[in-house]
Protein backbone atom coordinates (compact mmCIF):
# COMPACT_ATOMS: atom_id res chain seq x y z
CA UNK A 1 0.00 0.00 0.00
CA UNK A 2 1.23 3.49 -1.10
CA UNK A 3 2.55 5.36 2.15
CA UNK A 4 -0.03 8.42 3.12
CA UNK A 5 0.33 11.87 2.51
CA UNK A 6 0.85 12.52 6.32
CA UNK A 7 3.14 9.34 6.11
CA UNK A 8 4.62 11.21 3.01
CA UNK A 9 5.29 14.43 4.06
CA UNK A 10 7.07 13.67 7.43
CA UNK A 11 9.61 11.64 5.08
CA UNK A 12 10.29 14.18 3.26
CA UNK A 13 10.42 17.15 5.99
CA UNK A 14 12.40 14.21 7.91
CA UNK A 15 14.84 13.91 4.40
CA UNK A 16 15.02 18.13 4.33
CA UNK A 17 15.90 18.32 7.52
CA UNK A 18 18.62 15.77 7.59
CA UNK A 19 20.42 17.72 4.57
CA UNK A 20 20.31 21.02 5.70
CA UNK A 21 21.04 20.16 9.42
CA UNK A 22 22.83 16.65 9.30
CA UNK A 23 21.62 12.84 10.70
CA UNK A 24 22.71 14.18 14.48
CA UNK A 25 21.28 17.02 15.17
CA UNK A 26 18.80 17.44 17.14
CA UNK A 27 15.92 18.11 14.70
CA UNK A 28 16.59 15.42 12.38
CA UNK A 29 16.11 13.02 15.24
CA UNK A 30 12.95 14.88 16.18
CA UNK A 31 11.97 14.49 12.24
CA UNK A 32 12.94 10.96 12.11
CA UNK A 33 10.74 9.96 15.26
CA UNK A 34 8.01 11.84 13.69
CA UNK A 35 8.15 9.83 10.70
CA UNK A 36 8.07 6.20 12.97
CA UNK A 37 5.50 7.68 15.22
CA UNK A 38 2.94 8.66 12.16
CA UNK A 39 3.74 5.01 10.83
CA UNK A 40 3.10 3.19 13.52
CA UNK A 41 0.06 4.89 14.18
CA UNK A 42 -1.16 5.83 11.07
CA UNK A 43 -4.30 3.66 9.89
CA UNK A 44 -5.66 6.20 6.93
CA UNK A 45 -5.62 3.42 4.73
CA UNK A 46 -8.21 1.77 6.33
CA UNK A 47 -10.52 4.60 6.48
CA UNK A 48 -13.81 3.43 4.09
CA UNK A 49 -11.43 0.62 2.44
CA UNK A 50 -13.55 -1.95 4.47
CA UNK A 51 -10.06 -3.40 5.53
CA UNK A 52 -9.94 -6.37 8.20
CA UNK A 53 -7.84 -5.40 11.85
CA UNK A 54 -5.31 -7.88 10.76
CA UNK A 55 -4.67 -6.22 6.90
CA UNK A 56 -4.74 -3.11 8.69
CA UNK A 57 -1.80 -4.16 10.92
CA UNK A 58 0.17 -5.09 7.94
CA UNK A 59 -0.16 -1.87 5.91
CA UNK A 60 0.95 0.22 9.29
CA UNK A 61 3.68 -2.24 9.30
CA UNK A 62 4.75 -1.90 5.78
CA UNK A 63 4.57 1.82 5.77
CA UNK A 64 7.05 1.40 8.90
CA UNK A 65 9.32 -0.67 7.27
CA UNK A 66 9.17 1.84 4.40
CA UNK A 67 10.25 4.58 7.03
CA UNK A 68 13.10 2.75 9.05
CA UNK A 69 14.92 1.46 5.72
CA UNK A 70 15.36 5.29 4.71
CA UNK A 71 16.15 5.98 7.72
CA UNK A 72 18.65 3.05 7.61
CA UNK A 73 19.96 4.14 4.29
CA UNK A 74 20.29 7.82 5.37
CA UNK A 75 22.24 6.68 8.60
CA UNK A 76 24.35 4.28 6.35
CA UNK A 77 25.08 7.15 3.82
CA UNK A 78 26.31 9.14 7.14
CA UNK A 79 28.30 6.56 8.64
CA UNK A 80 29.31 3.31 6.51
CA UNK A 81 27.60 0.21 6.31
CA UNK A 82 28.31 -0.59 9.89
CA UNK A 83 27.31 2.29 12.31
Not at 11 to 16: F, I, Q, R
Amino acid sequence: APASPKLQAALAEAKKVTAEKGIDSAEARVAWDAVEEIAASDNSGALGAGLTADECLVDAAQEACQALEELNRVMEEKYGALY
